[in-house]
Protein backbone atom coordinates (compact mmCIF):
# COMPACT_ATOMS: atom_id res chain seq x y z
CA UNK A 1 0.00 0.00 0.00
CA UNK A 2 3.24 2.35 0.57
CA UNK A 3 4.03 1.66 -2.71
CA UNK A 4 1.02 2.19 -4.32
CA UNK A 5 0.60 5.77 -2.40
CA UNK A 6 4.64 6.53 -3.49
CA UNK A 7 3.67 5.76 -6.80
CA UNK A 8 0.93 7.83 -7.53
CA UNK A 9 2.25 10.81 -5.17
CA UNK A 10 5.26 10.39 -7.80
CA UNK A 11 2.91 10.78 -10.81
CA UNK A 12 1.21 13.55 -9.44
CA UNK A 13 4.60 15.16 -8.85
CA UNK A 14 5.69 14.29 -12.46
CA UNK A 15 2.54 15.42 -14.56
CA UNK A 16 0.62 17.24 -12.20
CA UNK A 17 1.96 20.93 -12.86
CA UNK A 18 0.46 20.50 -16.38
CA UNK A 19 -2.68 21.44 -14.88
CA UNK A 20 -0.87 24.94 -13.62
CA UNK A 21 1.00 25.15 -16.83
CA UNK A 22 0.74 28.79 -18.40
CA UNK A 23 -1.90 27.73 -20.56
CA UNK A 24 -3.70 26.79 -17.82
CA UNK A 25 -6.95 28.27 -18.89
CA UNK A 26 -7.39 26.67 -22.15
CA UNK A 27 -6.76 23.29 -20.09
CA UNK A 28 -8.96 23.98 -17.00
CA UNK A 29 -11.69 24.74 -20.21
CA UNK A 30 -10.94 21.53 -21.38
CA UNK A 31 -11.35 19.74 -18.48
CA UNK A 32 -14.39 21.69 -17.11
CA UNK A 33 -16.16 21.21 -20.79
CA UNK A 34 -15.03 17.14 -20.59
CA UNK A 35 -16.74 17.01 -17.20
CA UNK A 36 -19.72 18.84 -18.42
CA UNK A 37 -20.11 16.47 -21.24
CA UNK A 38 -19.48 13.60 -19.08
CA UNK A 39 -22.81 14.65 -17.24
CA UNK A 40 -24.47 14.93 -20.20
CA UNK A 41 -23.86 11.65 -21.25
CA UNK A 42 -25.27 10.21 -17.61
CA UNK A 43 -28.75 11.95 -18.59
CA UNK A 44 -28.76 10.26 -21.44
CA UNK A 45 -28.13 7.06 -19.81
CA UNK A 46 -31.12 8.07 -17.03
CA UNK A 47 -33.66 9.23 -20.04
CA UNK A 48 -33.13 6.11 -22.38
CA UNK A 49 -33.57 4.11 -18.62
CA UNK A 50 -37.00 6.02 -18.44
CA UNK A 51 -37.91 6.20 -22.19
CA UNK A 52 -37.97 2.14 -21.89
CA UNK A 53 -40.54 2.07 -19.47
CA UNK A 54 -42.90 4.36 -20.92
CA UNK A 55 -42.09 2.16 -24.30
CA UNK A 56 -42.90 -1.30 -22.54
CA UNK A 57 -45.94 0.01 -20.74
CA UNK A 58 -47.26 1.38 -23.97
CA UNK A 59 -46.53 -2.34 -25.43
CA UNK A 60 -48.24 -3.82 -22.75
CA UNK A 61 -51.26 -0.86 -23.42
CA UNK A 62 -51.15 -2.23 -26.92
CA UNK A 63 -51.39 1.83 -27.27
CA UNK A 64 -50.31 2.45 -30.81
CA UNK A 65 -49.66 6.63 -30.09
CA UNK A 66 -48.29 5.84 -27.22
CA UNK A 67 -45.67 4.29 -29.00
CA UNK A 68 -45.46 6.82 -31.50
CA UNK A 69 -44.52 9.34 -28.81
CA UNK A 70 -41.98 6.80 -27.31
CA UNK A 71 -40.36 6.61 -31.23
CA UNK A 72 -40.53 10.46 -31.33
CA UNK A 73 -38.83 11.04 -28.01
CA UNK A 74 -36.22 7.74 -29.20
CA UNK A 75 -35.10 10.18 -32.06
CA UNK A 76 -34.30 13.04 -29.92
CA UNK A 77 -31.91 10.95 -27.64
CA UNK A 78 -30.62 9.27 -30.44
CA UNK A 79 -29.55 12.71 -31.80
CA UNK A 80 -28.59 14.26 -28.68
CA UNK A 81 -26.16 11.16 -27.87
CA UNK A 82 -25.12 11.55 -30.84
CA UNK A 83 -23.81 14.86 -30.76
CA UNK A 84 -22.60 14.80 -26.85
CA UNK A 85 -20.25 11.75 -27.37
CA UNK A 86 -18.79 12.64 -30.71
CA UNK A 87 -18.12 16.00 -28.92
CA UNK A 88 -16.90 14.39 -25.86
CA UNK A 89 -14.49 12.49 -28.15
CA UNK A 90 -12.91 15.63 -29.69
CA UNK A 91 -12.55 17.16 -26.22
CA UNK A 92 -11.08 14.47 -24.62
CA UNK A 93 -8.39 13.87 -27.31
CA UNK A 94 -7.35 17.15 -27.08
CA UNK A 95 -6.85 17.20 -23.60
CA UNK A 96 -5.01 13.88 -23.56
CA UNK A 97 -2.61 15.10 -26.61
CA UNK A 98 -1.68 18.40 -24.78
CA UNK A 99 -0.89 16.56 -21.61
CA UNK A 100 1.24 14.03 -23.76
CA UNK A 101 2.77 16.95 -25.56
CA UNK A 102 3.49 18.67 -22.30
CA UNK A 103 4.96 15.83 -20.07
CA UNK A 104 6.77 15.12 -23.57
CA UNK A 105 8.66 18.37 -23.65
CA UNK A 106 9.38 18.26 -20.16
CA UNK A 107 10.99 15.00 -20.32
CA UNK A 108 12.86 15.46 -23.59
CA UNK A 109 14.06 18.94 -21.86
CA UNK A 110 15.65 17.05 -18.85
CA UNK A 111 17.20 14.60 -21.36
CA UNK A 112 18.24 16.07 -24.25
CA UNK A 113 20.76 18.89 -22.09
CA UNK A 114 24.04 18.63 -21.56
CA UNK A 115 25.05 15.42 -22.52
CA UNK A 116 22.20 14.36 -19.90
CA UNK A 117 20.86 11.71 -22.14
CA UNK A 118 24.56 9.80 -22.22
CA UNK A 119 25.23 10.01 -18.86
CA UNK A 120 21.65 8.56 -17.43
CA UNK A 121 22.69 5.48 -19.16
CA UNK A 122 26.12 5.41 -17.20
CA UNK A 123 26.44 7.56 -14.13
CA UNK A 124 22.88 6.52 -12.03
CA UNK A 125 23.06 3.70 -10.15
CA UNK A 126 20.59 1.94 -11.98
CA UNK A 127 20.75 3.17 -15.76
CA UNK A 128 17.77 3.28 -17.72
CA UNK A 129 17.06 0.91 -21.20
CA UNK A 130 15.32 2.59 -24.00
CA UNK A 131 14.93 6.01 -23.39
CA UNK A 132 13.03 6.67 -26.62
CA UNK A 133 10.12 4.33 -26.12
CA UNK A 134 9.70 5.62 -22.53
CA UNK A 135 9.39 9.09 -24.43
CA UNK A 136 7.93 7.57 -27.69
CA UNK A 137 5.48 5.25 -26.21
CA UNK A 138 5.30 4.88 -22.12
CA UNK A 139 4.20 9.00 -22.16
CA UNK A 140 1.89 8.60 -24.48
CA UNK A 141 0.02 5.34 -22.60
CA UNK A 142 0.54 7.45 -18.93
CA UNK A 143 -1.19 10.29 -20.35
CA UNK A 144 -4.31 8.86 -23.12
CA UNK A 145 -5.31 5.63 -20.20
CA UNK A 146 -5.12 8.48 -16.96
CA UNK A 147 -7.61 10.59 -19.07
CA UNK A 148 -9.62 7.70 -19.65
CA UNK A 149 -9.46 6.13 -16.10
CA UNK A 150 -10.33 10.03 -14.73
CA UNK A 151 -13.44 10.05 -17.13
CA UNK A 152 -14.60 6.52 -16.74
CA UNK A 153 -14.47 6.72 -13.06
CA UNK A 154 -16.15 10.33 -12.67
CA UNK A 155 -19.49 8.76 -14.91
CA UNK A 156 -19.34 5.20 -12.89
CA UNK A 157 -19.65 7.60 -9.87
CA UNK A 158 -22.35 9.53 -11.47
CA UNK A 159 -24.54 6.59 -12.47
CA UNK A 160 -23.84 5.03 -9.02
CA UNK A 161 -25.44 8.37 -7.73
CA UNK A 162 -28.30 8.78 -10.18
CA UNK A 163 -29.40 4.51 -10.93
CA UNK A 164 -28.88 4.13 -6.92
CA UNK A 165 -31.58 6.75 -6.61
CA UNK A 166 -34.15 5.42 -9.72
CA UNK A 167 -33.40 1.56 -8.26
CA UNK A 168 -34.02 2.73 -4.26
CA UNK A 169 -37.76 4.21 -5.76
CA UNK A 170 -38.52 1.03 -8.18
CA UNK A 171 -37.48 -1.98 -5.76
CA UNK A 172 -40.29 -0.38 -3.01
CA UNK A 173 -40.27 -2.37 -0.45
CA UNK A 174 -39.97 -6.24 -0.16
CA UNK A 175 -41.60 -7.69 3.27
CA UNK A 176 -40.40 -11.38 4.51
CA UNK A 177 -42.94 -13.15 6.31
CA UNK A 178 -41.33 -15.37 9.12
CA UNK A 179 -44.51 -16.36 10.52
CA UNK A 180 -43.54 -14.84 13.94
CA UNK A 181 -42.44 -11.82 12.08
CA UNK A 182 -42.68 -9.11 8.94
CA UNK A 183 -39.44 -7.69 7.92
CA UNK A 184 -39.49 -5.13 5.70
CA UNK A 185 -36.74 -4.47 3.25
CA UNK A 186 -36.36 -0.92 1.56
CA UNK A 187 -34.72 -1.03 -1.78
CA UNK A 188 -33.78 -4.57 -1.78
CA UNK A 189 -32.23 -4.11 -5.58
CA UNK A 190 -29.92 -1.68 -4.45
CA UNK A 191 -28.77 -4.23 -2.11
CA UNK A 192 -28.44 -7.06 -4.26
CA UNK A 193 -26.86 -4.61 -6.59
CA UNK A 194 -23.89 -4.40 -4.04
CA UNK A 195 -23.62 -7.52 -3.04
CA UNK A 196 -23.25 -8.76 -6.63
CA UNK A 197 -20.88 -6.45 -7.48
CA UNK A 198 -18.83 -6.87 -4.39
CA UNK A 199 -18.52 -10.60 -5.38
CA UNK A 200 -17.78 -9.93 -8.37
CA UNK A 201 -14.38 -7.48 -7.88
CA UNK A 202 -13.33 -9.69 -4.92
CA UNK A 203 -13.38 -13.02 -7.47
CA UNK A 204 -12.17 -10.35 -10.44
CA UNK A 205 -9.03 -8.89 -8.42
CA UNK A 206 -7.69 -12.32 -7.53
CA UNK A 207 -8.08 -13.38 -10.36
CA UNK A 208 -6.58 -11.16 -12.13
CA UNK A 209 -3.53 -9.65 -9.77
CA UNK A 210 -1.06 -11.36 -11.80
CA UNK A 211 -1.77 -9.55 -15.31
CA UNK A 212 -0.12 -6.45 -13.64
CA UNK A 213 3.55 -8.33 -13.20
CA UNK A 214 2.66 -10.17 -16.77
CA UNK A 215 2.21 -7.26 -18.92
CA UNK A 216 5.15 -5.11 -16.86
CA UNK A 217 7.30 -7.99 -18.43
CA UNK A 218 5.82 -7.82 -21.41
CA UNK A 219 6.18 -4.17 -22.10
CA UNK A 220 10.07 -4.42 -21.28
CA UNK A 221 10.32 -7.44 -23.25
CA UNK A 222 8.44 -5.53 -26.22
CA UNK A 223 10.96 -2.74 -25.65
CA UNK A 224 13.74 -4.77 -26.21
CA UNK A 225 12.66 -6.12 -29.31
CA UNK A 226 12.59 -3.18 -30.96
CA UNK A 227 16.02 -1.92 -29.54
CA UNK A 228 17.61 -5.08 -30.93
CA UNK A 229 15.65 -4.37 -34.17
CA UNK A 230 16.94 -0.47 -34.36
CA UNK A 231 20.16 -1.42 -33.78
CA UNK A 232 20.85 -3.83 -36.32
CA UNK A 233 19.47 -1.71 -39.04
CA UNK A 234 21.91 1.16 -37.87
CA UNK A 235 24.53 -1.27 -38.05
CA UNK A 236 23.63 -3.41 -41.35
CA UNK A 237 26.66 -2.39 -43.27
CA UNK A 238 28.72 -3.71 -40.44
CA UNK A 239 26.88 -6.88 -39.84
CA UNK A 240 26.21 -7.88 -43.59
CA UNK A 241 30.02 -6.75 -44.52
CA UNK A 242 31.60 -9.88 -42.12
CA UNK A 243 27.91 -11.75 -42.41
CA UNK A 244 26.78 -11.63 -39.00
CA UNK A 245 23.25 -12.48 -40.16
CA UNK A 246 23.80 -16.19 -38.90
CA UNK A 247 24.26 -14.40 -35.15
CA UNK A 248 21.58 -11.87 -35.39
CA UNK A 249 18.93 -13.84 -36.45
CA UNK A 250 19.41 -16.29 -33.37
CA UNK A 251 19.38 -13.41 -30.99
CA UNK A 252 16.40 -11.94 -32.93
CA UNK A 253 14.63 -15.25 -32.03
CA UNK A 254 15.59 -15.32 -28.55
CA UNK A 255 14.36 -11.64 -27.62
CA UNK A 256 11.04 -12.61 -29.18
CA UNK A 257 10.68 -15.71 -27.45
CA UNK A 258 10.70 -13.39 -23.91
CA UNK A 259 7.73 -11.68 -25.66
CA UNK A 260 6.18 -14.97 -26.59
CA UNK A 261 6.51 -16.17 -22.60
CA UNK A 262 5.58 -12.76 -21.22
CA UNK A 263 2.89 -13.42 -23.76
CA UNK A 264 1.34 -16.80 -22.57
CA UNK A 265 1.57 -15.52 -18.84
CA UNK A 266 -0.34 -12.58 -20.02
CA UNK A 267 -3.19 -14.74 -21.84
CA UNK A 268 -3.61 -17.07 -18.58
CA UNK A 269 -4.31 -14.07 -17.04
CA UNK A 270 -6.99 -13.12 -19.43
CA UNK A 271 -8.24 -16.05 -20.40
CA UNK A 272 -8.89 -15.86 -16.35
CA UNK A 273 -10.82 -12.37 -16.54
CA UNK A 274 -12.56 -13.75 -20.21
CA UNK A 275 -14.07 -16.55 -18.03
CA UNK A 276 -15.43 -13.92 -15.14
CA UNK A 277 -16.26 -11.29 -17.23
CA UNK A 278 -18.28 -13.49 -20.22
CA UNK A 279 -19.87 -15.16 -17.04
CA UNK A 280 -20.94 -12.16 -15.61
CA UNK A 281 -22.22 -10.58 -19.54
CA UNK A 282 -24.79 -13.61 -19.25
CA UNK A 283 -25.63 -13.40 -15.62
CA UNK A 284 -26.00 -9.55 -15.75
CA UNK A 285 -28.78 -9.47 -18.08
CA UNK A 286 -31.05 -11.98 -16.87
CA UNK A 287 -30.51 -12.27 -12.95
CA UNK A 288 -32.19 -8.33 -12.48
CA UNK A 289 -34.96 -9.51 -14.82
CA UNK A 290 -35.02 -13.01 -12.62
CA UNK A 291 -35.28 -11.23 -9.54
CA UNK A 292 -37.72 -8.66 -10.27
CA UNK A 293 -39.76 -11.40 -12.56
CA UNK A 294 -42.14 -12.36 -8.94
CA UNK A 295 -43.33 -8.57 -8.31
CA UNK A 296 -44.33 -8.71 -12.28
CA UNK A 297 -46.18 -11.93 -12.30
CA UNK A 298 -48.05 -10.84 -8.73
CA UNK A 299 -48.85 -7.46 -10.60
CA UNK A 300 -47.15 -5.31 -8.00
CA UNK A 301 -45.27 -3.61 -11.01
CA UNK A 302 -45.80 -3.15 -14.62
CA UNK A 303 -43.86 -4.47 -17.78
CA UNK A 304 -42.24 -1.11 -18.09
CA UNK A 305 -40.87 -0.99 -14.39
CA UNK A 306 -39.53 -4.40 -14.72
CA UNK A 307 -37.83 -3.46 -17.86
CA UNK A 308 -36.32 -0.30 -16.01
CA UNK A 309 -35.04 -2.01 -12.81
CA UNK A 310 -32.85 -4.60 -15.10
CA UNK A 311 -31.60 -1.48 -16.86
CA UNK A 312 -31.24 0.27 -13.79
CA UNK A 313 -29.54 -2.97 -11.86
CA UNK A 314 -27.19 -3.69 -14.57
CA UNK A 315 -26.32 -0.47 -14.99
CA UNK A 316 -25.63 -0.28 -11.09
CA UNK A 317 -23.46 -2.99 -11.20
CA UNK A 318 -21.27 -1.74 -14.00
CA UNK A 319 -20.56 1.69 -12.39
CA UNK A 320 -19.61 -0.76 -9.22
CA UNK A 321 -17.71 -2.84 -11.71
CA UNK A 322 -15.02 -0.52 -12.60
CA UNK A 323 -11.83 -1.36 -10.76
CA UNK A 324 -12.93 -4.98 -12.29
CA UNK A 325 -13.22 -3.88 -15.64
CA UNK A 326 -10.32 -1.38 -15.63
CA UNK A 327 -7.83 -4.03 -14.19
CA UNK A 328 -5.70 -5.08 -17.41
CA UNK A 329 -5.67 -1.47 -18.89
CA UNK A 330 -4.38 -0.35 -15.26
CA UNK A 331 -1.78 -2.80 -15.58
CA UNK A 332 -0.79 -1.92 -18.55
CA UNK A 333 -0.99 2.53 -17.25
CA UNK A 334 0.83 1.21 -14.19
CA UNK A 335 3.59 -0.25 -15.99
CA UNK A 336 4.06 2.38 -18.43
CA UNK A 337 4.31 5.05 -15.93
CA UNK A 338 6.55 2.98 -13.43
CA UNK A 339 8.94 3.22 -17.03
CA UNK A 340 8.42 7.24 -17.55
CA UNK A 341 9.01 7.77 -13.79
CA UNK A 342 11.97 5.69 -14.17
CA UNK A 343 13.83 7.97 -16.33
CA UNK A 344 12.55 11.13 -14.42
CA UNK A 345 14.04 9.65 -11.30
CA UNK A 346 17.39 8.67 -12.97
CA UNK A 347 17.37 11.90 -14.44
CA UNK A 348 16.95 13.76 -10.81
CA UNK A 349 19.19 11.64 -9.86
CA UNK A 350 21.93 12.74 -12.25
CA UNK A 351 21.25 15.86 -11.62
CA UNK A 352 21.84 15.54 -7.73
CA UNK A 353 25.36 13.34 -8.23
CA UNK A 354 26.42 16.43 -10.74
CA UNK A 355 25.67 19.32 -8.49
CA UNK A 356 27.42 17.44 -5.34
CA UNK A 357 30.68 18.08 -4.82
CA UNK A 358 32.89 15.04 -4.55
CA UNK A 359 36.26 14.54 -5.05
CA UNK A 360 36.18 11.63 -6.56
CA UNK A 361 34.71 13.61 -9.84
CA UNK A 362 36.69 15.51 -12.84
CA UNK A 363 35.74 19.20 -11.96
CA UNK A 364 35.28 21.00 -15.39
CA UNK A 365 36.02 24.89 -14.58
CA UNK A 366 35.76 28.11 -16.93
CA UNK A 367 38.35 30.43 -16.62
CA UNK A 368 39.31 33.86 -17.80
CA UNK A 369 42.49 33.07 -19.94
CA UNK A 370 42.30 31.13 -23.37
CA UNK A 371 43.80 28.42 -22.85
CA UNK A 372 42.66 24.98 -21.98
CA UNK A 373 43.92 23.50 -18.67
CA UNK A 374 44.62 19.96 -17.41
CA UNK A 375 45.57 20.62 -13.45
CA UNK A 376 46.16 17.26 -11.93
CA UNK A 377 43.88 14.80 -13.85
CA UNK A 378 43.56 11.43 -13.33
CA UNK A 379 41.07 9.67 -14.99
CA UNK A 380 39.71 6.14 -14.20
CA UNK A 381 37.60 3.51 -15.78
CA UNK A 382 34.30 2.14 -14.13
CA UNK A 383 35.92 -0.44 -12.59
CA UNK A 384 38.52 1.60 -10.73
CA UNK A 385 41.65 1.18 -12.88
CA UNK A 386 43.29 4.89 -13.21
CA UNK A 387 44.21 4.97 -17.13
CA UNK A 388 45.18 8.82 -16.97
CA UNK A 389 47.79 9.44 -14.35
CA UNK A 390 47.90 13.29 -13.38
CA UNK A 391 48.18 14.81 -16.67
CA UNK A 392 48.98 18.62 -15.89
CA UNK A 393 48.85 20.52 -19.23
CA UNK A 394 48.33 23.64 -20.67
CA UNK A 395 47.02 24.52 -24.41
CA UNK A 396 47.28 27.79 -26.26
CA UNK A 397 45.60 28.71 -29.10
CA UNK A 398 47.26 27.69 -32.46
CA UNK A 399 48.90 24.41 -30.49
CA UNK A 400 48.91 21.53 -32.16
CA UNK A 401 48.83 18.62 -29.64
CA UNK A 402 49.42 15.01 -30.76
CA UNK A 403 47.54 12.51 -27.75
CA UNK A 404 49.89 9.35 -28.56
CA UNK A 405 49.38 5.64 -27.33
CA UNK A 406 46.03 3.95 -26.42
CA UNK A 407 42.89 5.74 -27.97
CA UNK A 408 40.18 4.76 -26.14
CA UNK A 409 42.54 6.33 -23.62
CA UNK A 410 42.12 9.29 -25.63
CA UNK A 411 38.34 9.11 -26.17
CA UNK A 412 37.78 9.15 -22.20
CA UNK A 413 40.01 12.50 -22.04
CA UNK A 414 37.80 14.11 -24.76
CA UNK A 415 34.27 12.92 -22.86
CA UNK A 416 35.59 14.77 -19.39
CA UNK A 417 36.09 17.55 -21.35
CA UNK A 418 32.66 17.36 -22.62
CA UNK A 419 31.64 16.61 -19.25
CA UNK A 420 30.63 13.16 -19.88
CA UNK A 421 33.21 11.08 -18.35
CA UNK A 422 33.61 12.77 -14.49
CA UNK A 423 35.08 9.34 -13.20
CA UNK A 424 38.83 10.74 -11.37
CA UNK A 425 39.89 13.13 -9.90
CA UNK A 426 41.28 16.77 -10.76
CA UNK A 427 40.39 19.53 -12.71
CA UNK A 428 40.15 20.65 -16.41
CA UNK A 429 39.76 24.53 -16.93
CA UNK A 430 37.71 25.69 -20.32
CA UNK A 431 38.60 28.74 -22.51
CA UNK A 432 35.29 30.65 -21.21
CA UNK A 433 32.86 31.25 -24.04
CA UNK A 434 35.35 29.73 -26.55
CA UNK A 435 33.57 27.14 -28.53
CA UNK A 436 35.11 23.46 -28.16
CA UNK A 437 34.59 21.75 -31.47
CA UNK A 438 34.76 17.72 -31.51
CA UNK A 439 35.21 15.71 -34.41
CA UNK A 440 34.54 11.89 -33.64
CA UNK A 441 35.41 9.06 -36.17
CA UNK A 442 31.95 9.69 -37.93
CA UNK A 443 30.37 13.08 -37.98
CA UNK A 444 26.17 13.36 -36.82
CA UNK A 445 24.69 13.67 -39.67
CA UNK A 446 20.64 14.48 -38.91
CA UNK A 447 18.15 13.36 -41.41
CA UNK A 448 17.21 16.75 -42.53
CA UNK A 449 18.18 18.45 -45.76
CA UNK A 450 22.13 18.48 -46.81
CA UNK A 451 22.24 21.94 -46.06
CA UNK A 452 21.18 22.23 -42.32
CA UNK A 453 22.84 18.45 -42.01
CA UNK A 454 26.09 20.44 -42.57
CA UNK A 455 25.17 23.54 -40.92
CA UNK A 456 24.43 21.28 -37.57
CA UNK A 457 24.01 22.36 -34.61
CA UNK A 458 23.62 25.87 -36.02
CA UNK A 459 20.36 26.19 -37.96
CA UNK A 460 20.49 25.34 -41.58
CA UNK A 461 20.01 29.31 -42.22
CA UNK A 462 23.44 30.04 -40.32
CA UNK A 463 25.57 30.24 -43.63
CA UNK A 464 25.07 31.48 -47.34
CA UNK A 465 25.35 29.38 -50.56
CA UNK A 466 29.16 31.09 -50.61
CA UNK A 467 30.34 29.86 -47.61
CA UNK A 468 28.59 26.03 -48.05
CA UNK A 469 30.50 26.22 -51.89
CA UNK A 470 33.72 27.39 -50.38
CA UNK A 471 33.67 24.72 -47.59
CA UNK A 472 32.02 21.82 -49.66
CA UNK A 473 34.97 22.16 -52.43
CA UNK A 474 38.24 22.73 -50.05
CA UNK A 475 36.67 18.95 -48.48
CA UNK A 476 36.55 17.60 -51.37
CA UNK A 477 32.71 16.88 -51.71
CA UNK A 478 31.61 19.96 -54.61
CA UNK A 479 29.56 17.53 -56.24
CA UNK A 480 27.13 17.28 -53.41
CA UNK A 481 26.21 21.07 -53.96
CA UNK A 482 23.32 20.37 -55.50
CA UNK A 483 21.96 18.03 -53.13
CA UNK A 484 21.85 21.07 -50.37
CA UNK A 485 18.06 21.00 -50.47
CA UNK A 486 17.38 17.23 -50.96
CA UNK A 487 16.59 15.52 -47.67
CA UNK A 488 18.12 12.16 -46.88
CA UNK A 489 19.28 9.93 -43.96
CA UNK A 490 22.68 11.21 -45.00
CA UNK A 491 24.69 8.38 -42.87
CA UNK A 492 23.12 5.78 -44.67
CA UNK A 493 23.02 8.00 -48.23
CA UNK A 494 26.80 8.32 -48.13
CA UNK A 495 30.25 6.52 -47.85
CA UNK A 496 31.93 7.29 -44.54
CA UNK A 497 34.63 8.71 -46.59
CA UNK A 498 31.87 11.64 -48.03
CA UNK A 499 30.51 11.67 -44.29
CA UNK A 500 34.26 12.36 -43.22
CA UNK A 501 34.94 14.87 -45.48
CA UNK A 502 31.44 16.71 -44.95
CA UNK A 503 32.90 16.59 -41.37
CA UNK A 504 35.57 18.85 -42.37
CA UNK A 505 33.25 21.07 -43.80
CA UNK A 506 31.29 22.03 -40.97
CA UNK A 507 34.42 22.23 -38.91
CA UNK A 508 35.23 25.35 -41.70
CA UNK A 509 31.94 26.48 -41.29
CA UNK A 510 31.86 27.13 -37.51
CA UNK A 511 35.55 28.52 -37.49
CA UNK A 512 35.87 27.00 -33.89
CA UNK A 513 39.16 27.72 -31.96
CA UNK A 514 39.86 24.82 -29.82
CA UNK A 515 39.18 21.47 -31.81
CA UNK A 516 39.31 17.86 -30.86
CA UNK A 517 40.09 15.68 -33.22
CA UNK A 518 39.48 11.75 -33.15
CA UNK A 519 40.36 9.84 -35.97
CA UNK A 520 38.11 12.37 -38.00
CA UNK A 521 39.80 11.10 -41.23
CA UNK A 522 40.69 7.57 -40.59
CA UNK A 523 38.28 6.50 -43.50
CA UNK A 524 40.59 8.79 -46.15
CA UNK A 525 43.48 7.30 -47.52
CA UNK A 526 46.97 8.81 -46.00
CA UNK A 527 47.83 11.33 -48.56
CA UNK A 528 44.48 12.67 -48.37
CA UNK A 529 44.24 12.75 -44.84
CA UNK A 530 46.83 14.81 -44.48
CA UNK A 531 45.71 17.11 -47.21
CA UNK A 532 42.76 17.35 -45.17
CA UNK A 533 44.99 18.67 -42.25
CA UNK A 534 46.69 20.88 -44.38
CA UNK A 535 43.62 22.90 -45.25
CA UNK A 536 42.47 23.50 -41.11
CA UNK A 537 46.19 24.84 -40.59
CA UNK A 538 45.75 26.96 -43.63
CA UNK A 539 42.24 28.40 -43.04
CA UNK A 540 42.17 28.20 -39.16
CA UNK A 541 45.70 29.12 -37.99
CA UNK A 542 44.77 30.25 -34.72
CA UNK A 543 42.69 27.25 -33.24
CA UNK A 544 43.93 25.15 -30.95
CA UNK A 545 44.12 21.12 -32.25
CA UNK A 546 44.08 18.22 -29.87
CA UNK A 547 44.36 14.76 -32.14
CA UNK A 548 43.75 11.05 -31.78
CA UNK A 549 45.43 9.88 -34.85
CA UNK A 550 47.43 6.75 -35.78
CA UNK A 551 48.83 8.24 -39.16
CA UNK A 552 52.43 8.52 -38.58
CA UNK A 553 52.41 11.76 -41.22
CA UNK A 554 49.90 13.74 -39.28
CA UNK A 555 52.44 13.31 -36.16
CA UNK A 556 55.02 15.52 -37.80
CA UNK A 557 52.18 18.34 -38.31
CA UNK A 558 51.75 18.29 -34.03
CA UNK A 559 54.43 20.73 -32.46
CA UNK A 560 53.44 18.70 -29.65
CA UNK A 561 53.00 15.33 -28.29
CA UNK A 562 51.21 13.88 -25.14
CA UNK A 563 51.68 10.32 -24.68
CA UNK A 564 48.45 8.35 -23.10
CA UNK A 565 49.10 5.31 -20.98
Known amino acids: MQNTRKFFWQFVQLSGPFWLAADKASVRGLALALGVLTVLQVVISVLINHWSAYLFDALEQHSMARVLTQTLLFGLIFVGNIAINSLHVTVKRQLQLGWRGWLTDQLIGRWMHDGRHYLVTHLVDEPQDNPDGRIAEDIRIATEYSIDFLHSLFYCLLLLISFTQILWVLSGTLTLDFGFAALPFHGYLVMLAFMYAACTIRLGWKIGRPLTQATNQRQANEANFRFALVKAR ?24 DIVAAWNEQTKAWARIMMLSSGNAVLGVAFPILISAPRYVMGIISLGMLMQSAQAFQQLVAALSWPVDNMGKMAEWRASVERVLGLSNALEQLEQQLARSDTQRVRIEKNQDSVLRFKDLCLQRLDGLVCIPGLNVEIYPGDWVLLEGNVYTGNKLFKAMAGLWPWG ?35 GTAFGDDELGWAFVLAGVGELLEQLDVTADWEKNLEREAQQRLGLARLLLHKPKWIMMQEAFASLDPEAELEMMHIIRAKLPQAALLTISKQPAVKKLHSRVITLA
Not at 235 to 257: D, K, Q, T, W
Open 234 to 257: ENSMAIALIHGERHEAPHFHRVFG
Open 425 to 459: RGSIELPDDDLMFFMPPRPYLPTDSLRASVCYPAE
